[in-house]
């Protein structure tokens, strides 16, 4: 090591202490942030690399800077091993995140004006999904579709009518906050009624499906869109899948048509956790973090808690708190502070705001990457049962947090080294 060149802890001692800082908390702490995962030492190292220092506008090939030997393979090795996973015909893993991957479908596929339909924010979608605050709603004439008021499922026949009253360009079928499987072939059938293209985003769920955990969208829809950093278990990222018919329109909207370089760090991760996915390891963890999620959602039923929807086919669990004679915030703030890291959320036909929601959103993916399993879960159950009936009570969640820690302790988290 020359003294040009220091270790971070000698070069910026905030950040490296503000880095440890986090590693002790998501060491110490029940994670249960449903998009939130603990990505290995493995991908933590290539998404670190110095990869990050290229400039490799365009594709494998067709690049515009010279010097791409390497990173040529980086990428194609990570298309390649995306594309055996899911029985993809193309794949693009360009996408800085989620977002923009979901930004590059609309630019494929749209102009300007141009009719879509999603899951309403409100009932469990996604912002990108043509939200009335996201570039989605206001470039594009945005009909959301919703659940049933009776079982907060989503509403098949009402998307059928939607669709045939507006004739959408293009239709997604894709959640952030919905705990039940989806139908891909019902979606395509609308999408050929009214000839749109059908785009499934997998962002939370493309873990469980390339595990076969939950039903895969790959060859029903037009085009998938996933992040790489929820159940993937990947670097912070995104990847999109199409159809051989698409591959350019894709390719073209992602570059030149929304972004510059390619993050050849992360594509470095993405290639890295593709092939922890292939195993047979990875396999059990994304069927465990179902069956942890059931049985989470099995053991609070069990002290009264209310679901949305009455259980769970996938990672998460929305739990509504009215019952409890709590908000979702104040149950959220409590259980942060006993150790138990989740989100408030808002609930189908919530008559709270979403800043101060009736619900909390529970997921498994993190915990279940520790290892962790049904005992795990019914301690969970029953300190959330402690924690809303008592969230002003310091004395109790302090002594749940240490109880959170300690069992903390015989979980090592994948990645944490301190
Ligand atoms: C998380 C998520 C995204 C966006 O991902 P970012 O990486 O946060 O931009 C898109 N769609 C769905 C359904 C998501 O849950």
């Not at 043509?130 to 945005?142: A, N, W, Y």
């Not at 072939?185 to 059908?198: K, Q």
């Not at 973090?289 to 053991?299: E, G, H, P, R, Y």
């Not at 049962?385 to 009570?393: M, N």
Request: charge should be neutral; include cysteine.
């Amino acid at each position: 090591m020359t003294s040009f060149d220091p270790p971070l802890a000698a070069a910026d001692p905030e950040i490296a202490a503000l880095i440890r800082k986090e590693e002790e908390k998501e060491r110490d702490t029940i994670r249960l942030i449903p998009s939130e995962n603990y990505a290995s030492r493995a991908v933590l190292e290539a998404t670190g690399s110095l990869l990050c220092n290229k400039y490799s506008e365009g594709y494998a090939k067709k690049r515009y800077y010279e010097g791409q030997e390497v990173i040529d393979e980086v990428e194609e090795l990570a298309k390649s091993r995306v594309a055996t996973l899911f029985g993809a015909e193309h794949v693009n893993v360009q996408p800085y995140s989620g977002s923009p991957a979901n930004l590059a479908v609309y630019l494929a596929f749209c102009k300007p004006g141009d009719t879509v339909m999603g899951l309403g924010l409100p009932a469990g979608g996604h912002l990108t999904h043509g939200h009335t605050v996201s570039i989605t709603g206001m470039f594009f004439k945005s009909v959301p579709y919703g659940v049933r008021r009776d079982d907060h499922r989503i509403d098949l026949d009402l998307v059928r009518k939607l669709a045939l009253e507006h004739r959408p360009k293009l239709l997604w079928a894709g959640t952030t906050a919905y705990p039940r499987a989806l139908d891909w072939a019902a979606f395509r059938g609308i999408a050929d009624e009214v000839g749109a293209i059908f785009a499934a985003d997998i962002a939370h769920i493309s873990g469980l499906v390339l595990a076969g955990a939950h039903a895969s969208p790959v060859g029903v829809a037009d085009v998938v869109t996933s992040t790489t950093h929820k159940t993937f278990r990947g670097p912070r990222g995104g990847m999109i899948m199409c159809k051989k018919e698409h591959a350019a329109a894709i390719d073209k909207a992602v570059f030149p048509g929304l972004q510059g370089g390619p993050h050849n760090h992360a594509t470095a991760g993405i290639a890295v956790a593709a092939k922890e996915a292939s195993t047979p390891e990875f396999k059990a963890y994304a069927h465990a973090v179902v069956a942890n999620a059931k049985t989470l959602a099995d053991a609070l039923q069990e002290r009264g808690f209310s679901l949305v929807t009455g259980g769970t086919d996938n990672h998460l669990v929305l739990v509504d708190l009215t019952s409890k004679g709590v908000t979702g915030k104040v149950g959220a703030q409590a259980m942060a502070r006993a150790g138990l890291v989740a989100n408030y959320n808002s609930v189908p036909f919530d008559p709270r705001k979403p800043f101060d929601p009736s619900g909390v959103r529970l997921g498994t993916p993190a915990i279940t990457s520790r290892g962790m399993g049904p005992d795990e879960m019914r301690r969970i159950a029953a300190w959330m049962a402690e924690v809303v009936a008592a969230p002003g009570d310091d004395a109790t969640l302090a002594r749940i947090a240490r109880d959170v820690a300690a069992l903390c302790e015989r979980f090592p988290a994948p990645g944490v080294t301190v």
